[in-house]
């Protein structure tokens, strides 16, 4: 398998998981299930801000928020430690889902690793990547 058609793979498992998110959006008169919506935005601003992004941080965008719907806020606590504990627990999820995804697709545990970093937000700010990441995810939220 080329590493084109590995990472196409990817693309398209992380898309169709996200896919099945209940919560909807509506763009521009379609219906987006809410975390792919994301998840292309996301993408889209990575590649506008490093148009030369690696393939572990082009992965790494569009497994962001894999699945988030299944974690909902309202299972912890609604303050401050409640907020930040969801949100831990939240990047561990989408680090692990996006692992097991790229497994399937033939990435070696190197590679997983690159990309379930990023996720997990491991060595921000020091590793430029993650930068670029969170700028990126700064801008989508904006």
């Known amino acids: 398998m080329q590493d084109s058609d590995r990472f196409e793979r990817a693309i398209q498992k992380f898309d169709a998981a996200n896919s099945k998110d209940p919560n909807v959006e509506m763009v521009e008169g379609k219906s987006w299930p809410r975390e792919l919506l994301y998840a292309v935005r996301l993408s889209e601003w990575v590649s506008r801000i490093a148009p030369e992004a690696s393939e572990h941080l082009r992965l790494a965008a569009r497994a962001q928020h894999l699945c988030r719907w299944e974690i909902p806020r309202n299972s912890y606590p ?65």
């Open 78 to 142: 609604m303050d401050k430690a409640g907020y930040l504990r969801w949100r831990n627990d939240l990047k561990k999820f989408h680090a692990r889902r996006a692992g097991e995804i790229l497994a399937e697709c033939g990435y070696a545990e190197p590679e997983r690793e690159k990309v379930e970093n990023l996720i997990l937000k491991k060595n921000f700010p020091a590793d430029p990547e993650s930068r670029v990441i969170e700028d990126a995810l700064c801008l989508v939220f904006l």
